[in-house]
């Protein structure tokens, strides 16, 4: 993300009272340069349910098979025996996973030159038709490999408790409750739900 986008987005949440008093000028979301889009989704795929630490050693171990390139192509992991995927701690489910992910990617299924002229919704219909990957891995790749501005993930626990602590609320919200909430953040959901993650996680937020 741009450093002036986020800067109108950090000025934009600013004007929100409910937002305000959760945004300090020490905390700056940390938007890096995004990853490619195949290496970011193999990426979700090996983390999904595993700890941080178990996922990063496992994808260490998946990207020795690869020696002399930072990531291997589809082309390449699909040259990949199952012996050699299941070896390296990736399950027998996740390795489909990533196999169907590759092959999309060669067959153009998947195609990111696409997505400069697609819309969010267009981008997760996009991607759900891989085998894995569901909504809230879509929206995190859109949010965080396509760095789109405006992605309110309602289908994530720590936004919901976000959003159940900064509103006071009794309960978790449903998705409609929260749109309805963060109609003051547009076009900026994306840098209110990273601050709604440290409301919850602090500073030793993963985002």
Request: hydrophobic content about 40%.
């Amino acid at each position: 993300m741009k450093s002036e986008v986020l800067d109108q987005a950090i000025r934009h949440l600013k004007k929100d009272p409910i937002l305000k008093p959760h945004i300090s000028p020490a905390s700056r979301p940390p938007f890096r340069r995004p990853k490619k889009a195949y290496q970011s989704l193999v990426h979700s795929i090996i983390y999904q349910q595993l700890s941080g630490k178990a996922a990063a050693t496992i994808l260490k171990r998946f990207l020795g098979l690869f020696p002399g390139t930072s990531f291997p192509t589809p082309e390449e992991v699909l040259k990949l025996s199952d012996a050699e995927i299941r070896g390296v701690g990736i399950s027998g489910q996740k390795m489909s996973y990533i196999r169907d992910l590759s092959e999309r990617f060669i067959d153009g299924t998947i195609s990111p030159r696409k997505f400069s002229k697609m819309t969010d919704e267009e981008i997760r219909e996009h991607l759900v038709v891989v085998k894995g990957i569901g909504t809230w891995t879509a929206d995190m790749f859109l949010m965080f490999t396509l760095y789109r501005p405006d992605v309110l993930p309602t289908g994530d626990l720590a936004i919901q408790k976000g959003f159940q602590k900064v509103f006071g609320l009794k309960s978790l919200p449903d998705a409609k409750t929260m749109q309805k909430l963060a109609q003051n953040w547009k076009p900026y959901r994306t840098v209110a739900s990273w601050y709604l993650w440290r409301v919850v996680d602090g500073e030793n937020s993963d985002w």
